[in-house]
């Protein structure tokens, strides 16, 4: 074994995590909504729970849901590919977590039909906004939506970062309204956008005032994707966070204006491997875990130089671990070493 594509060497049917080696990271322990659109199961920022990132949906041209049916899943250490199938559209989603902390999604949308097809691509999310949950701040910048988060809990000082949410196709409306507290599902029909997608088009309106402050705040940001007969087009969707809004919305933008965002984490995650000394012996097993360990150990970094991480770490793992702890800094070393 002289030459090892170590992503095709450890990809699998049965895993999920992403992440670029830095401070976001989709980790769901248990995730519950795997086999649907976008990134709508736990994410972390640093250890701060983030749930949910986003999801999609397709409506046709009269408005209506496309219905879509998960056929397929593959993971590998860069991306997860699954593949949807709706009407006569076939979808294939790559989704990743790139080192600048986005969260993308990369849609190939084939029209398996005969006439073309005028579709609308709609990403979406519903952030909690409660008592030491404060969502505010909401705005339309650079082609989609930005807005900050303020979490605070008793055992931690208040952590405040920034989001930015949106697609590599030209914004034709959005909309963002507060809604009462319900179970936080990825379902267009629960959405208040179900009822206010009217000719083609959201209603361009940003409404955060209630009965209550509480409940979920319901974000959308929409495109149009024309496809021809028999053809594909290609559609990018993100969720960047950062400590500002200017970092979050430019590395959003900076993602989505490449022609294959998902490539960027292939790249990274090629470079780590081939950075790290080569190892193969005649156990299989103990072959394989080497190159699945130094994916854990990338997994589990921070690159610091914020309020008192100075230096990059190693997490000891994901959730409450996701964090620098003295007590297993040595058996990261020592399995470095080896």
Known sequence: MTKLNVLNYLSRKDKWYLGGGNRLLWSPEFPLFLDRPGFWD??????????????????DSNGKEVLLESSSREWNP?????RFKGGSI???ERKAVLPNDVAISALRL?????????VHVLAWSAQESAPGKELGDV???????SFERRIKNPEQKELRFACAFGTSGKLKSHCVNLSEGSADHPLWQSTPFYEKFAKGKLPDEIRLSGVSDNGLVFLATHTEVHLPPSKEQTVSLGFAVA???GEASQNLRLALKQNDPVNLSALSWQDHFSGVPFFECSDVFLTKYYWYRWYGFRLNTMYGNEGNYSFPFVCEGIGYFRAPISYSAQCHMLENRW
């Open 110 to 118: 084939k029209n398996k039909s005969r006439k073309a097809l005028r």
């Open 139 to 145: 705005a339309v910048k650079n082609n989609g939506l």
């Open 243 to 245: 400590p500002t809004a």
């Open 42 to 59: 736990r994410a972390y920022y640093y250890n701060v729970p983030l749930q949910p990132l986003f999801t999609w949906a397709i409506l």
């Open 90 to 92: 076939e979808i294939v």
């Open 78 to 82: 860069a991306y997860l590919e699954q």
